[in-house]
């Protein structure tokens, strides 16, 4: 036998040395749109056992559809069967700048993935960012040919109920129950502009929307389940769906369950401050600690909507997953 040269003999002695060394196991690197789809996938889960029929709408992130996050992958069934509808912002109006048409290839990508909703019966709804009223016109008559949902929200900030159209597109007087027999929705999260609860409750129930999505507190005082009940009635009469807006790829400092604390010593889930949106944060989504905020205590962000009555959560930001979280 031949003797072993000592460059190879030095390689294998340093290979035996590092394993020895290393006795922890490479940790598999995080799957961040998988990640995202369980998470919102167990949030349907268990607001299903609390709630029959309560709507979850993840808003953006539509490459969760596919299982390679392209318009031509896969259908992930699963993922298909958790959720209710799907949202999806900038898709005509807006995307480069408010008010601004969305670029022919952004809309023809978003719009693949909203007809793969569509074919599978999951509603879609849109929001354009849009002001001028030749341009929100146009958003609801683009939308509507496409049989998707939309609002055209004049400001990106949504604090307003828009004074155009004066009715709103398609109004009618029916009860609506179901997603799919929505005809328009009104998405209103900011209520700065209104004086105090009373008067916010007043101005959405003197709307004829059939879909509200809103906000499910005032302040740091959740809504009660009489009030929400008296945003469920149109001012024509009709019964509608009132759904609460839900940030699950962020924490925002102005939430009842954020600590002084966090801003000079973070927990390890959370991340950066979002340069765009001040008091809003980058989370570790995947981690248990944020998701036991999100759901699954009584404590938990969803458990105040399914307390309040409301009929359903608009999951903000499920887009996190594209954007690694260091």
């Known amino acids: 036998m031949m003797p072993m040269r000592p460059f190879i003999l030095i390689t294998v002695l340093l290979f ?8 922890e196991p490479t940790k598999e690197p995080v799957n961040y749109r998988q990640e995202m789809r369980r998470f919102v996938q167990e949030i349907s889960r268990y607001a299903e056992e609390r709630h029959a029929g309560f709507f979850i709408i993840p808003q953006n992130g539509l490459e969760l559809l596919t299982a390679n996050g392209e318009p031509d992958g896969a259908i992930v069934a699963d993922y298909l069967a958790a959720i209710d509808g799907v949202g999806q912002e900038d898709l005509f109006y807006g995307y480069v700048a408010d008010n601004e048409p969305t670029p022919l290839s952004e809309r023809a990508y978003l719009t693949a993935f ?10 879609v709804l849109t929001t ?3 002001r001028s009223h030749p341009k929100m016109d146009d958003s609801y008559s683009q939308n509507h040919a496409k049989g998707y949902l939309s609002f055209a929200a004049p400001e990106r900030e949504l604090t307003v109920i828009p004074e155009y159209p004066p009715q709103p597109f398609n109004v009618n007087a029916g009860d609506i129950a179901a997603l799919i027999a929505a005809k328009n929705f009104l998405y209103l999260i900011n209520l700065e502009n209104f004086a105090d609860k009373q008067s916010f409750i007043k101005a959405v129930s003197g709307t004829d929307y059939d879909l509200i999505i809103t906000d499910c507190f005032w302040g740091d005082q959740a809504f009660t389940t009489a009030e929400v009940m008296q945003m469920k009635t149109k001012h024509n009469g009709g019964r509608r769906i009132v759904v609460s807006y839900l940030s699950i790829g962020e924490a925002e400092e102005y939430r009842y ?3 002084p ?8 889930w959370l991340g950066a401050e979002n340069p765009q949106w001040a008091g809003n ?8 600690e944020w998701q036991k905020i999100i759901f699954g205590t009584d404590s938990s962000y969803l458990e105040q909507l399914l307390a309040a009555g409301f009929d359903g959560a608009y999951l903000d930001k499920v887009d996190a997953f594209e954007q690694e979280t260091n």
Do not use: F, H, L, M
């Not at 909203?114 to 509603?123: F, L």
């Not at 966090?262 to 927990?267: E, G, I």
């Open 16 to 23: 035996i040395a590092c394993s020895e060394e290393s006795t």
């Open 281 to 288: 944060y980058a989370v570790r989504y995947w981690e248990q």
């Open 114 to 123: 909203c007809d793969i909703a569509k074919r599978n019966g999951v509603p």
């Open 128 to 130: 354009d960012y849009c």
């Open 261 to 268: 604390g966090w801003t000079t010593k973070p927990p390890s």
């Open 257 to 259: 369950y954020w600590q």
